[in-house]
């Protein structure tokens, strides 16, 4: 209902244009589509999938006029005021269940133990990946339906959503823009706490390889050497770390100056723990030139994204054909024909 439909009787009677506001919080995006990054526009996708797309529109002019006078977003909860018509401004709330701790303990876990995302993460950006990530592990990133989000607003209209808590959806899908962590905190986790999180279960991870490989007794096989820090000190040590020295050898290496024992250079540095391996012939090296001496990490399945692939390409449709809700309609029906 609108101030034209009640006409003087109703609810919405001796209501006019909203009250003009100075300093609020304002759309960047001035015609339109909101949303720049693939998390915003996702979400706003989500949103119109759920027949709110009409509805959502009716806030775009309030978001891009600066009615949303404030913005908090915290763990399952967004807060802000909107200024409408009365004098005093409308407080809105819109909360979406947080994720449980020992649910995003698990996709910590999972986000430490791929490389790929930590390391986007800690760059401070959310691979296009990480959503699928977090729905295998049981956590969407998104609500799955309406009856998720919680909304309310202190206005008079009946509509879900009204206008002012369709503004205050833009304004969130924009604060994901600036800032993609906020996301991330709205679902349950700050960008401090997940940040220092995946930067513990990594250096775990890298102390427990370590330890791996370290010698039963924590020392190495190769023996203390002593003498002058030079090249070309004497070697002391078990016979077992390091053969005996006798004579020049014929195996000095490039770059060692003339006159200097090839077997007291070849004893330093690395030298010592290969002196005493035997040469390797080429062909029995060969076939493993090209494994890995340590093993590498999973990367995530880029490409396996199954009939999505298409989807993710197409731009957003225009508001005649659906608008950007119709790609969530879409990739709904492509997962529900996907054989795999």
Known sequence: MSPRDAGAEGPFAGFGPPRRVDGGLRARSTRGAIGVSWWSRRFLEVLES???GTRLTRGRAYARRGQVLRLDVSPGRVEASVQGSRPRPYPVTIALPPFPDALWDRVERELAGQA??????????????LEELFAAAGAPLFPRSVGELTQ?????????????????????????????????????????????????????AVGSTHDDRTPAGGSSAVGPVTGPPSAVGPVTGPPSAVGPVTGPSDRTPAGVPSGVDGAQAVAAGAGRVLADLPDVPLTGAVDRFWVSPVPLPDRPHVLATGPELLL?????????????????RLRRAYRAFDPG
């Open 50 to 52: 759920f027949a709110l």
């Open 116 to 129: 790929f995302f930590s390391a986007r993460l800690l760059a401070g950006d959310l691979p296009a990946e």
């Open 152 to 204: 309310r607003c202190g206005c008079p209209d009946v509509a879900v959503p009204c206008k002012h808590l369709a503004a205050t959806f833009y304004l969130l899908a924009e604060a994901f823009d600036a800032d993609p962590f906020q996301l991330l905190h709205w679902r349950g986790r700050s960008r401090d706490a997940l940040l220092g999180r995946l930067r513990i279960l990594r250096a775990d």
């Open 312 to 328: 993710r390409q197409l731009g957003s449709p225009a508001a005649a054909i659906g608008g950007p809700g119709l790609l969530e």
